[in-house]
C-alpha cells in the first residue's frame, strides 16, 4: 500500500520536530528514515503510524493507498508497530504475545481458536523461534525478543510495516544478522516497510531508497548508491560516510584544493568554498605533483579492508585516505614522514542549494 | 559472625557494631516491646480474657463497623489510586505537579484535624450540616461521617504506590496494545494490571491497616456513641478508660494481629516488586 505525506509540520512545547515534511512511499516499498537524533525520524514515523497528531494546518494530509487517514486512531490504521526496545508483554508468553491482536479482535472479525493457533505457529516459523511458544521474553536474548516483536506486528496482517530503531539496542553482530534477516523477510513478503535508523550503514543495506532527515527537515530521498555518490549537500555526504573537508576555489570546472580544512572552525566566508573529498577518491604520493597539498604521516590503520593513512597539515588539520594495501606498500608509508595528498574527485556545495 | 560491608569500605567494628546495637535497641524498645506486652496482657489469663470480651454487644458492633468502614473505604480509594496514577503516568496535562500535592495533603495534616476539617463542612453549624439535615442525611455522629473521614485519610496510599511504578514502566507496552487493536479496557486488564498487581496489593495492604486502625479522625467525628459510631480502636479506648484493662488489651491484640499480618504481607509483597523491578532491568537492556 502506497504512502504519501504532504506538509507535516509538529512542535512540542517550544520545540520543533518536524518542519514542513513531505515524502512518497511506493507499495511494496522498503525506505529507511535516516538521521541523526533529533533530526525528527521518529516523529516522523509515529505520525504515520498514528501514535503521534501533526500540528492541525489545512495542508496537511496523510494518505494511505490515496485516503486520507489522518482522523483515523492507530488501531483504524492497521500499521504493524515495532518499538525500539520491543515493549513485548513481560507477563504473557511469545505465543500470547504473538496472538494479542488477533485475540483482542471484537467478537465479530475475531478469529477462532484454533485459526489463532495456525497462525501464531506460522509466524513462530518464519521468525525461526518454533518451539519458543512457552517462554517469557525475560527468558529471550535480544535478537529473539526484536523477532517476537516483529511476529507480533506482523499477526495482525497489517498493510504497513514500521519499525523504530529496531536493531539499536542490540550487539553488533546480531544487527547484522538481523538486518540480513530483514531484508529477506520482506523480499518475501513485499510489504510497505518504514524503518527509522541513525545507523547509516544499516539504511544502506537494508532499504530501497533512503530519506536523509536534519533538524526536522528531510535534506535527500534516493537509493542508497544515490546518496551516498551523489550527496545533495555537506549533511547528506557527511552523514553517509566519512569526509574530508579541503580549503579550494572552483577553477574552470576543476577544485584546486589550497589546504586541509577543519569541519569544526568553517567559515564559509573567510575561506571560500569547502571542497569535500571522500577517503577513497584521495591519492597519496611521495612527489608533489599538479596539486598535492603537502601534509606529514600522523597515524596508519591496516586493521581493515584497506589501509587508512591519516596525514595533517601544517595548519594541523587531518584528512583520512583510503588507499589499496598495494599502494600502501608501493609507497612503503611510515609516521612522520612527508606525503602529498590530492583528490581524483571531489565535490562542491553551492551555499544556497536548495532539494 | 563477621559483618560484612557492601561497598569494601571497611568501617572499623566498633563504629559497625555500635550502630547495629543501636538501630537493633531502637526497634526492640519502641517497637517489638509495646507490640508483644499487649499479647503479653491480652493472654496473661488464657483465651478466657478474649471470651468475656467479646461477650460484650459493643465489642461485635465495634468490629463490624470497623469491617464495613474499611470495606468501603479501602475500594473506593483502590479506584482512585488506579484512576490517578493511570492519568499522571500515561498523560501530559498542566496542573500535574499540583494534582500529585494535592494527593499528599492527607499524609501532611493530622488526622485530628482531618476529623475537624469533616466536622466543619457537614456538622450542623457546618457548611452542609444544615442542608443534608433537612434532606434527613446525618453525617457527623454517624457511619457516613466515618466513612468519610476514613477515605480521607487513607487517600494516597494506593495512587502513592502506583504512580512511580507506572512511570517507571512506561507507556510502551500500553502503545503496543493499542496499535495491535486493543480497546482501552483491554490493554488495561490484559498489558497495566498485570505489570502492576504487585504494586497494587501493597498500596491496597497499606491502606486496608490504615483504614482499620485509623483513631484520630475517627475519634473526632464519630462521637464514639457505643454500639453505633464506635470502631475497633475506639472502642479499645473506650475498655481502657473504663479500667477494663484485660478486655481493652484483648481488643488491642485483634489491631496488633492485623498489623502484624500487613508487615508480613508487606515484606513478601516487597520482595516481589523488587524481583519486578529487576526483570524489568532485563528486558529493557
Known amino acids: 500500500m502506497g504512502i504519501e505525506v504532504q506538509h507535516i509540520y509538529k512542535s512540542f512545547n517550544n520545540y520543533n520536530a518536524l518542519q514542513d515534511v513531505g515524502l512518497k512511499v511506493n507499495d511494496g516499498e522498503l525506505i529507511a528514515l535516516l538521521g541523526p537524533s533529533g533530526s525528527g525520524k521518529t516523529t516522523l514515523l509515529r505520525i504515520i503510524a498514528g501514535l503521534e497528531v501533526p500540528d492541525l494546518r489545512e495542508e496537511s494530509k496523510i494518505l494511505f493507498h490515496g485516503k486520507d487517514v489522518a482522523k483515523q486512531r492507530v488501531a483504524e490504521r492497521q500499521v504493524g508497530f515495532v518499538f525500539q526496545h520491543y515493549a513485548l508483554f513481560k507477563h504473557m508468553s511469545v505465543f500470547e504475545n504473538i ?71 542490540l550487539d553488533a553482530k546480531v544487527r547484522q544478522g538481523l538486518r540480513a534477516w530483514l531484508r529477506r523477510l520482506h523480499e518475501e513478503l513485499h510489504m510497505t516497510t518504514i524503518l527509522v535508523t541513525h545507523d547509516q550503514e544499516e539504511a544502506l543495506e537494508v532499504a530501497d531508497k533512503i530519506v536523509v532527515m536534519n533538524q526536522a527537515k528531510i535534506e535527500q530521498v534516493g537509493a542508497p548508491e544515490e546518496v551516498f555518490h551523489r550527496p545533495a549537500n555537506e549533511f547528506v555526504m557527511d552523514f553517509l560516510g566519512h569526509v574530508n573537508v579541503f580549503h579550494g576555489r572552483v577553477e574552470n570546472g576543476r577544485a584546486r584544493l589550497t589546504d586541509i580544512g577543519s569541519k569544526l572552525t568553517w567559515n564559509r566566508e573567510a575561506f571560500g568554498n569547502a571542497v569535500y573529498v571522500r577517503p577513497h577518491e584521495l591519492e597519496i604520493d611521495r612527489v608533489a605533483g599538479d596539486d598535492g597539498i603537502r601534509g606529514t604521516v600522523r597515524r596508519i590503520n591496516l586493521a581493515g579492508t584497506c589501509a587508512k593513512v591519516v596525514v595533517a597539515s601544517s595548519s594541523g588539520n587531518e584528512v583520512v585516505a583510503e588507499v589499496s594495501f598495494e599502494r600502501f606498500h608501493e609507497l612503503g608509508l611510515q609516521r612522520g614522514e612527508t606525503v602529498f595528498v590530492s583528490a581524483k574527485r571531489a565535490r562542491v556545495f553551492t551555499p544556497d542549494y536548495e532539494i | 559472625m563477621s559483618v560484612e560491608n557492601k ?196 498500596g491496597v495492604i497499606l491502606c486496608n491497616a490504615r483504614a482499620m486502625g485509623e483513631f484520630g479522625a475517627v475519634s473526632v467525628v464519630s462521637g464514639s456513641i457505643r454500639g453505633k459510631t464506635a470502631t475497633l480502636p475506639l472502642h479499645v479506648e473506650v475498655l481502657y478508660n473504663g479500667f477494663n484493662v484485660p478486655a481493652a488489651f484483648a481488643m488491642a491484640s485483634l489491631l496488633a494481629l492485623v498489623g502484624l499480618l500487613t508487615l508480613a504481607l508487606k515484606t513478601y509483597l516487597e520482595w516481589k516488586v523488587k524481583q519486578q523491578r529487576r526483570e524489568l532491568a532485563l528486558v529493557n537492556e
Request: glycine share 8%.
Open chain 1, 99 to 169: 496472538a494479542f491482536g488477533l485475540k483482542v479482535r471484537p467478537r465479530a472479525t475475531r478469529p477462532s481458536k484454533a485459526e489463532i493457533q495456525h497462525r501464531v505457529n506460522e509466524l513462530l516459523c518464519l521468525i525461526q523461534l518454533d518451539g519458543f511458544g512457552n517462554r517469557l521474553p525475560s527468558q529471550l536474548s535480544g535478537g529473539q525478543r526484536q523477532r517476537v516483536a516483529l511476529a507480533r506486528a506482523l499477526a495482525i496482517a497489517p498493510k504497513v510495516l514500521l519499525l523504530d530503531e529496531p536493531f539499536g539496542a
Open chain 2, 7 to 202: 561497598h569494601g569500605i571497611q568501617d572499623p567494628l566498633w563504629v559497625r557494631w555500635t550502630l547495629i546495637t543501636i538501630t537493633i535497641g531502637f526497634v526492640a524498645i519502641f517497637l517489638a516491646l509495646p507490640v508483644a506486652i499487649i499479647f503479653a496482657e491480652a493472654l496473661k489469663d488464657g483465651w478466657k480474657t478474649y471470651a468475656i470480651a467479646l461477650k460484650d454487644p459493643a465489642a461485635w458492633s465495634a468490629i463490624h463497623l470497623t469491617l464495613l468502614v474499611t470495606a468501603i473505604s479501602v475500594p473506593v480509594n483502590t479506584l482512585f489510586g488506579l484512576a490517578a496514577s493511570w492519568a499522571i503516568a500515561k498523560f501530559e496535562f498542566r496542573g500535574k505537579s499540583l494534582l500529585l500535592t494535592l494527593i499528599d495533603i492527607p499524609f501532611a495534616v493530622s488526622p485530628v484535624i482531618s476529623g475537624f476539617i469533616y466536622v466543619l463542612l457537614f456538622g450542623l453549624q457546618g457548611w452542609f450540616g444544615q442542608t443534608l439535615s433537612e434532606w434527613g442525611f446525618k453525617v457527623i455522629f454517624a457511619v457516613p461521617g466515618i466513612v468519610l473521614v476514613t477515605i480521607f485519610v487513607t487517600f494516597p496510599f494506593v495512587a502513592r504506590e502506583l504512580i512511580p511504578l507506572m512511570q517507571e514502566q512506561g507507556n510502551d507496552e500500553e502503545q503496543a496494545a493499542i496499535s495491535l487493536g486493543a480497546k482501552g479496557w483491554q490493554t488495561f486488564f490484559y498489558v497495566t494490571l498485570p505489570n502492576i498487581r504487585w504494586g497494587l496489593l501493597y
